[in-house]
């Protein structure tokens, strides 16, 4: 009798996109070891995928691989070079290892994201070179005069320095020129509630909220007023609608 060999199939290689979706319920979940594990293989196959490399860089930066963090955000910066976000994350990358001169350069190529500012504000104040910031945003205000967002980076940079009277000027001119300019109401909340006046915070966050209601910082905001103020259990539904959103 003639007996006919069985037919084994080949075992079907996981494909990137799969790779990358798996990768994703992983780091959702907060499983980044094995959420880079699937990225790296998915990499192998797709060198130049961007979301492959960036979410890389994120799982490899939140297991303090900074290296290989660095490596998968040039990665991403080798196909799309003007990638702000990247960029940012990058500058993330170096200040986590205290590469600041290298953090300032890749957080001022992120401008003009507002995340991308607030750390290179950072970066600046960890070196004590506030002030050397201060100057160069002040001449860019100088020069145009009409942007709102100058006076609000200003604001920015000297709320850094407890200069909480420029700081708020300087929001004033913005709002002058925006009043619906969003950030700014919530950055003019965040000094008065420094300087303890803790109501005409909220009135900036309410304020904020009237134009755009899913605002989580000006949530968030409002609850730690009202933690100042002792209002716990109000605080605490104010920042639990902020995570929620």
């Known amino acids: 009798l003639l007996r006919r060999a069985s037919c084994v199939s080949p075992a079907r290689s996981t494909g990137a996109s799969e790779l990358l979706n798996e990768a994703r319920y992983d780091a959702d979940r907060g499983l980044n070891q094995a959420a880079a594990e699937l990225l ?15 979410l890389l860089g994120d799982v490899e930066y939140r297991l303090e691989n900074y290296k290989a963090a660095e490596a998968a955000y040039l990665a991403v910066l080798a196909v799309d070079p003007t990638n702000r976000e990247v960029y940012n994350r990058l500058g993330g990358v170096y ?44 001449l860019e205000e100088t020069r145009y005069p009409f942007d709102p967002s100058n006076h609000y980076n200003l604001a920015v940079v000297y709320k850094a320095e407890q200069k909480y009277d420029a700081a708020i000027a300087q929001l004033g001119y913005a709002l002058d020129r925006n009043e619906r300019f969003i950030d700014a109401h919530n950055l003019l909340g965040t000094i008065y509630g420094e300087q303890g006046r803790y109501e005409d915070a909220i009135a900036q966050y309410k304020f904020a909220l009237g134009i755009d209601a899913r605002y989580s910082f000006a949530w968030l905001n409002w609850g730690v007023e009202m933690i100042n103020e002792g209002q716990y259990k109000a605080a605490i539904e104010k920042i639990q609608h902020a995570i929620s959103l």
């Not at 998915?42 to 960036?54: D, V």
């Open 40 to 54: 790296r293989k998915a990499a192998l196959q797709e060198p130049r995928n961007i979301e492959i490399q960036r």
């Open 95 to 138: 200040a986590a290892q205290d590469h600041v001169d290298e953090a300032i350069a890749a957080f001022r190529k992120s401008l003009p994201s507002k995340e991308g500012f607030a750390n290179l504000v950072a970066a600046y104040a960890d070196e004590g070179k506030l002030g050397e910031l201060e100057g160069e945003i002040e």
